[in-house]
């Protein structure tokens, strides 16, 4: 099956800093990423569709200027907490499409952990 | 906006046992397909199985089924031979099947039932 990889796995940042996470996909080409955000024992929470070489999508309530999303390259998506906080502390997935527009499938990273000192 | 609602937090099944794991959804679509994940302590995101509600047939996958009831808007997972890999939280999920952008890609997830293995 397609395999999607994330970078790091596991980040320790002061408050203040900026992190950046990667997503790549390995053996195929991914027009579409997503990013998830998943609290201790939460469901998935979307954040934003990541469209190569166009805009993100966010979801409501989530700050754009906050989390920076780029998908410069069909196989890499980049998500950076700017000016990270405390609060800013979670795991962080991303996922990949693969498949066509109207019947595709999801494969997700392994996740990266974020904790905000 | 579809909604999918997963009403047990917590569900445990002794090894070689049969569960099942219950889901239902809003949507005044008719056309959409649905899923479950699996997420194991190493919190890695693995597809199970997937419905497409336009198929009447439940769809299965080795000792996974489903039991995809359009008109109630259920779709429960039936895990049989349970084993200890198992154990996991699992997620149901909805996605429009209707093409209109990147925004109609994205899956919209239950809020999980955590499995357990009894001893």
């Known amino acids: 099956g397609a395999v999607v990889s994330q970078h790091p796995s596991r980040v320790i940042c002061k408050s203040g800093t900026s992190v950046k996470i990667e997503c790549r996909s390995l053996d195929f080409q991914a027009t579409t990423m997503f990013w998830y955000r998943q609290f201790p024992k939460k469901s998935l929470m979307l954040m934003a569709t990541?469209?190569?070489?166009?805009?993100?999508?966010?979801e409501q309530g989530v700050e754009k200027d906050k989390f920076l999303i780029n998908h410069a390259s069909l196989t890499l998506s980049t998500l950076t907490v700017t000016s990270a906080h405390p609060e800013d502390s979670s795991f962080y997935i991303c996922s990949a499409r693969v498949g066509s527009a109207v019947s595709y499938e999801q494969y997700f990273g392994p996740g990266t952990r974020l904790t905000v000192t | 906006a579809q909604t999918v609602t997963q009403s047990q937090p917590e569900m445990s099944v002794q090894e070689a046992e049969t569960v099942t794991l219950s889901c239902t959804y809003d949507?005044?679509?008719?056309?959409?397909?649905l899923f479950w994940y699996k997420q194991p302590p190493s919190r890695q995101m693995i597809l199970v199985i997937r419905?497409?509600?336009?198929?009447?047939q439940n769809a299965t996958e080795n000792r996974f089924s489903v039991n995809f009831q359009k008109a109630a808007k259920s779709f429960s997972l039936k895990i049989s031979d349970s084993q200890l890999g198992d154990a996991a939280m699992y997620f149901c999920a909805y996605r429009s099947a209707k093409y209109s952008g990147g925004s109609n890609y994205k899956l919209t997830f239950g809020k999980g039932t955590l499995l357990t293995m009894n001893p």
């Open positions: 949507t005044s679509e008719s056309d959409y397909y």
């Open positions: 990541s469209n190569e070489g166009s805009k993100a999508t966010y």
């Open positions: 419905q497409e509600a336009y198929k009447q």
